[in-house]
Each structure stands twice: as structure tokens, then as C-alpha cells.
């Protein structure tokens, strides 16, 4: 890895033994677009995730028990106490804390070490390149060799904890199916939906990780002795072909739900309620 250089002569393209072209690239495409609006996109769900987990309120429904995903699972003295579950309160409750810094950590890094975003963000943000056959600002290359970007080789460990917090997460979204106005205290909402469909892409996401696919079957040789795994694989292969798609849906729908909570528990609008 190098810092960005203006000083690129006698490098890459412009080696002496290349043809003599001075431009950057001849692409007369606007190729500088797809790295711009992945910028544009990681910058308001890092901003909007960044605000929440940290405001410390409206992140609960008591009345019909929504939780939002970026504040579970609620670990912090600082929870009301119904939005715990059985989790421990055992954080302290201080600002700089976010209530869910138990799983926060863990679900970043897991977005950070993914394939998809390490392509993103190395071409959108590193310049690395920004786009294929256009030079990079970088004078030096060491692509993954060395520290710091050697420990995306984790990006397994962090796959069985995101799928954990998948669990965590499905958890909340089916005791949600609540109400305080009915006698069962069965109720079903919009809000319902909203987690739904949140957590259901969530484990899209999460299934169709690499890390996903290597461990079911792709680290295996012979296909014919493991069927089922077989099976496995070719369904998570499937689904890997659409990674980067689930990739952005899912920072959608995790803003789209965190935002609809934070709506109804401030009172802002009431919950769209079919049952109860
Ligand atoms: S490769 Fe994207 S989550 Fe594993």
C-alpha cells in the first residue's frame, strides 16, 4: 500500500518501455461515475448509522416491542429495560458508548472485510484503481501482503458473528409480533414488515458471503462424495452471484427500518397496525 503521489513518471503505464501516451487514460466514458456514487452511498449510511448508534434514544416501541437493528442486541446500563430481553445491562452508560457496542464493532468489520465492499471502496476511496485501464495515483503496490490489509484474511470469524447477530436479529423481529391492546399480546403491524423483510435480507446477505461459499463446499475437491454439501454450496452460489446487490439492499433496509422505528417511538407517526 502507498500513499497517493503526484510524482507517477516512470511507472505503470507511463514506463519508459510502454508506448509514449502522457494521458491518464483514453476512455472518453464517464468512468469516474460508478466510484462517485459509491462514495455518495457509503457516506450516508456511514453518517446515518454513525448518528444513530450514538443519539441514545427512540430506538425502542414498548407498546408493540420493535426494536431497531442498530441497537441490538441492547446491552448498556442505559436501556430501558424491556428492550434487553434477558441481555445483561453490563455496559456502562456513558455518550460515547452505543448501546448495541457489543455487536456494532463486529458488524462493521464483517462489511469492511467483505469482498464486495474491499473491490468498492479500494476503487472508489483508495483509487485503486479508480476504474480499469485508468492509471492510479499510487506510485507503489502491495495489494494485501502486508499490514494493515492482511487481516482482511479474517473475514471468516467475522461471517459466524454476523451470522450470530443474524440470529440475535431474527429473535427481535419475531418477538415483535406484539401488542399491549390485545388479550393474546399477539399484534401485527407495518413495523412488522419492516423487520421482516430486514432480517430476511440481512440473511440473504449474510448466506451469500464468500466465506459462506468456501465453507460450505467450495474448499472441497470431490463434489461426488459430499452431496449434500454439494447441494449447499451450489445454493449459496446461487445467491453469490447477487452479493453486491445484497450488499446495498441491506444498508437500506437497515437505515429504512432504524428510521421507521426511530419514527414511531418518538411519537413522530403511529405504527400502521393490522392486528391489535
Ligand atoms: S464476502 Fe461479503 S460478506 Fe463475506
New binding site residues.
Partial sequence: MSAPTSNRQGTGVFSPTRAQISARTLRTDRWWQSPLIVDLGFAAFVIYATVRAFLQNNYYVPAYHYLTPFYSPCVSKGCVPEASHFWPQFLPDVWWLPYAALSLPFLLL?RLT????RGAYYRSVWQSPTACAVAEPHATYTGETRLPLIIQNT?RYF?YIAGIISVINTYDAIIAFHSDKTASGFGFGLGNIILLVNVIMLWV??LS????RHVTGGRLKHFSKHPVRYWIWTQVSRLNTR?KLY?WITLGTLMLTDFYIMLVASGTISDLRFVG
Fill in positions: 464483517f467483505c469482498y464486495y465492499y473475514h461471517f446477505y449474510t458471503c464468500h466465506s459462506c452479493h450488499a
